[in-house]
């Protein structure tokens, strides 16, 4: 009979106790929910409190005793380094590293020299989906024709600019706040400055003598936004979206230079609050990256119906801001030709072009990186290649600095990779199981390939290609909202299930992706998914309709197919 001993320990231990078996001290391992990329301790929620004492009951002759006083005992760090793991950076990406280096028992740092959150938190995802919640309640409330389908009397809607930009801003506080506080209390340092590599395992913090060593370096330093040459910005009148998301004013008109996610959402706030929008496309289509089927049916609603036009096949070639009561003067070439097409006078215009990765003074020449346009190249596992092509051992690089996919989501999985990697765990990343969403009034959302990657790819490849649709006006829950204006389309192999890509243009799209992006990383078959069962009356029957639609030959057995470097 196996003696035991009972250990006695704070809250605050109990992350380096977790080990690699999923049953190991389960019964009181924090449960760990993820919000757009950010772990449940970012939203304030906490599984244990940092003063509660917690007695653990171990079995004197299992291995687990051994992990537990291994864990306990200086957090398994090698005493030659200051550090198991040091990240630079503190968006969503870092974080998602940083949390998961806890979990496995690494002595852990991060480093940031602007706040904590990064662009998500800050100056992206975060504060804009609050202004793009107000633009869905203005557009309920202006919309009398959906509100009488629906019995509803409501009065003319208004908006306090003031009070919607502070929504926003309390907001992305409320967040930076509560992922600050989250990382503190797991263990995880945060150390101030810009941080520079000095040369393998150490990092210099900021313009002080502060050196830092660690076995393992991840840079997740993020990106900022792409402002093409020829335009000026100053903040006011001609803004990035940096500046938008303060909405300091709702102008009249406003141009939008660029039509992808940034773009369409910010036509979205700004059209749900009065204004007039142009856009301005380089590329011959609004809506370049989306499923072109998709793109025209957003078009449709997202656009035409709205006070939107738009300018494709050109370039801003020069913006001036808005000076002595003249207003914002926009100069088009072709963008072929590159001869002047037309000259505008807006209001205000934001530049939606992109972002550029934020790489600059990362001491990057003294590990022998050259970057590729401003992204650090990187191999399938994140490591970082140097300019002779050689991997820089210990140094990794994820999120929008390596430029692989540029979602704080993607970053924040990339982290958790590299970690499984430093840890014992080969792991490779699926890119193509990444979701992506926009969040327009219907939402957007997408997973794998569009329509004519796949083409292309079974052309490469030898096989066929098939397409299965489905309308939301068919499903119940959303003709019970009056929201049924929506498309679901999947992209597959009929020869053997597999999922290529799908996209979903409607109500809550961005929620009900996952289903598709789970089984394209799990792997899993359309024959198998047709058995799954769905709540009715749900918006998920979408789904469950299109995966039973699609026609697929005699059953394969489901197998976790191998991971796809992308």
Known sequence: MQSSISLSISSSSLAPLRSNSATDFAHFAPINLRFCGLRREALGFSSLKHSDSKRVHISAGS???????????????????????????????????????????????????????????????VPSKALLAVSGRMRELQNEHHLKALGLQVSAAGYDRQGVADHANNLASKIRNNLTNSMKALGVDILTGVGTILGPQKV??????????????????????????????????????????????????????????????????????????????????????FDPEIGKLAQRVLINPRKIDYHTGVFASKITPAKDGKPVTIELIDAKTKELKDTLEVDAALIATGRAPFTNGL????????????????????????????????????????????????????????VEQVTGRDHVLNHLSIPAACFTHPEISMVGLTEPQAREKAQKEGFEVSVAK??????????????????????????????????????????????????????????????????????????????????VEAHVPSAVSEPIAV
Not at 73 to 79: A, L, Q, R, T, Y
Not at 519 to 538: E, F, W
Not at 542 to 547: R, Y
């Open 363 to 418: 001491g990057l020449e003294n590990i022998n990186v050259a970057t590729q346009r401003g992204f650090i190249p990187v191999d399938e596992r994140m490591r970082v290649i140097d300019a002779n092509g050689k991997m820089v051992p210990h140094v990794y690089c994820i999120g929008d600095a390596n430029g692989k996919m540029m979602l704080a989501h993607a970053a924040s999985a990339q982290g958790i990779s590299v």
């Open 204 to 289: 210099q913090i900021g313009s002080s003598d502060k050196i830092v060593t660690a076995k393992d370096i991840i840079i997740a330093t993020g990106s900022v936004p792409f402002v093409p040459k020829g335009i000026e910005v100053d903040g006011k009148t001609v803004i990035t979206s940096d500046h938008a998301l303060k909405l300091e004013f709702v102008p009249e008109w406003i141009a939008i230079v660029g039509s992808g996610y940034i773009g369409l959402e910010f036509s979205d706030v700004y059209t749900a609050l009065g204004s007039e929008v142009t856009f301005i496309e380089a590329l011959d289509q609004l809506m370049p990256g």
């Open 63 to 125: 291995s687990s005793r051994r992990k537990v006083f291994a864990a306990l005992s200086g957090n398994g760090s090698p005493s030659k380094f200051d550090y198991d793991l040091l990240i630079i950076g503190a968006g969503v990406g870092g974080h998602g590293a940083a949390l998961h280096a806890v979990e496995k028992g690494l002595k852990t740092a991060i480093v940031e020299g602007d706040v904590v959150g990064g662009t998500c938190v800050n100056r992206g995802c």
């Open 470 to 551: 489905t309308s939301f006006k068919a499903n119940t829950k959303a003709l019970a909202e009056n929201e049924g204006e929506g498309l679901a389309k999947l992209i597959y192999r009929p020869d053997n299930g597999e999922i290529l890509g799908v996209h979903i243009f409607g109500l809550h799209a961005a929620d009900l992706i996952h289903e598709a992006s789970n089984a394209i990383a799990l792997g899993t078959r359309i024959q198998d998914i047709k058995l799954a069962v769905h709540a009715h009356p749900t918006l998920s029957e979408v789904l469950d309709e299109l995966f039973k639609s699609a026609k």
